[in-house]
């Protein structure tokens, strides 16, 4: 689909200003990860993890290499294909890996009910995930009002009693998604505000949501169980499965301490093995981390190394290896950043509804590619969009030239300066 001069406009302000990739219509300067997001459609979106399966892969890039554009891209397949999305970006304070408590609330507040409709916002978290659905199946059942003079529709009844056989493993959390839903028919707002607070993960009293039939404390003792009964939820309501998209950033601050960083190693190695068990039901958990994590902070715990090392990277000849390595893509590096610099000329050329000499530009993209390529590491990528994005908007201003040596090379170190005080986010 063709984008619209705003949508081409956030992407540039985005890349210009920081680097950081924008959520929407990244498909619009996307090169390189084709093969991979294929594969992980055929081997596991499109059947395997449908059927029931489940699966880790941990994304492996440096800092600016593109796995936050990487997670992006895989959350709109994943979309598409009938999943239910949540993204997390690991922080020391809001979701430390070491605490199974904050990565739930975490995942519940990042959880994404992802309308069809393109003219529809997104809503996060699970209460709104929960309303959204039940308000779909009304329309599915053809029922315009739930409440009737005599109670709720006889319709909405039997689809509620569905939800109380629904094979999830914490009686819990199947009898709080049940009243929730029960709640949203009937219009009471404070049993919404009760139990929905339970299921974020809040401290609820257990006499409080007794007459729910609730009979478990929330706490991070079992988290990880409401984590696994959540996946089994999406799955019986009839979703194709839950990725979970945890995004640890590039200096591994979830899992920064020594203190905190075998309990954290711990819980990522059960992920993987409950992933190789039955308990994650079309679940897909996808971890991005930089290589440090590989080469410093696993070796440590051998149960956890033997499990994500992989000598062969996740390919279509590959596909079962744990690691997706963004240093193997479709393209070698200089040749990927020209590609990626003809997707972005076109969409700042919508931004700013005006056409530069292609072939000029051209020569510009190749120099700017091969003086990245030259001067860094993968992180060249980011590096590589945000150069572009600065020259560009200086010939929009002054006209177009060809950047000589000397010209790339203030473009570049300007740009590293930038990104060097840049706290947070990447391509």
């Known amino acids: 689909m063709a984008l619209t001069q705003t949508e081409a406009q956030h992407i540039i302000r985005k890349l210009g200003e920081s680097g950081i990739p924008p959520a929407r219509n990244l498909e619009a300067y996307t090169v390189g990860i084709d093969s991979i997001l294929g594969t992980l459609k055929d081997e596991y979106l499109g059947g395997y993890l449908r059927d029931g399966g489940s699966s880790f892969k941990l994304v492996v890039g440096e800092y600016g290499s593109g796995k936050s554009h990487f997670l992006y891209r895989l959350r709109d397949l994943a979309w598409e294909l009938g999943y239910v999305v949540s993204r997390t970006e690991l922080s020391p304070k809001e979701c430390p890996y070491d605490n199974q408590l904050k990565v739930y609330q975490a995942v519940t507040g990042n959880l994404i009910y992802h309308s069809p409709n393109a003219d529809s916002a997104d809503t996060s978290g699970l209460e709104a995930f929960l309303e959204n659905h039940f308000f779909q199946t009304l329309k599915t059942l053809g029922v315009e009002n739930p409440k009737t003079s005599v109670g709720l529709d006889v319709r909405v ?24 839903f029960r709640a949203v028919a009937e219009e009471n707002e404070a049993n919404k505000r009760l139990i929905g607070a339970w299921l974020r993960g809040e401290s609820v009293a257990l006499k409080d949501v007794r007459a729910f039939s ?13 984590m696994r009964s959540l996946a089994q939820a999406v799955h019986e309501l009839g979703y194709a499965g839950l990725v979970l998209l945890f995004d640890e950033g590039d200096r591994m601050v979830s899992i920064g301490s020594s203190r905190t960083e075998k309990v954290a190693c711990d819980n990522l190695r059960e992920v993987i093995d409950r992933c190789a068990g039955e308990s994650l039901p079309s679940a897909l958990f996808v971890y991005a981390v930089p290589p440090y994590f590989v080469t410093n902070i696993a070796p440590n715990y051998e149960a956890l190394s033997q499990r994500i090392s992989s000598k062969v990277k996740f390919s279509r000849q590959n596909p079962f290896s744990v690691q997706i390595s963004l240093d193997h893509l479709d393209y070698p590096g200089e040749e990927l950043l020209r590609l990626i610099g003809e997707k972005l000329l076109g969409v700042y050329e919508t931004a700013y509804q005006m056409n530069f000499n292609h072939e000029l530009q051209r020569e510009n993209i190749a120099a700017l590619a091969a003086g990245c390529a030259s001067l860094l590491s993968t992180s060249h990528r980011r590096h590589f969009v945000k150069s572009l994005v600065t020259m560009l908007t200086e010939q929009r201003v002054s006209g177009e030239h060809i950047y000589e040596e000397d010209n790339l090379n203030g473009v570049l170190r300007d740009v590293t300066e930038q990104l060097g005080r840049t706290e947070t986010g990447e391509y």
């Open 157 to 180: 009844n039997l689809w509620l009693d569905t939800v109380l056989r629904f094979n999830i493993e914490s009686p819990s959390f199947r009898h709080a998604i049940y009243y929730y």
């Open 214 to 226: 609730i009979t478990e404390k929330l706490d991070k003792t079992v988290a990880f169980k409401m």
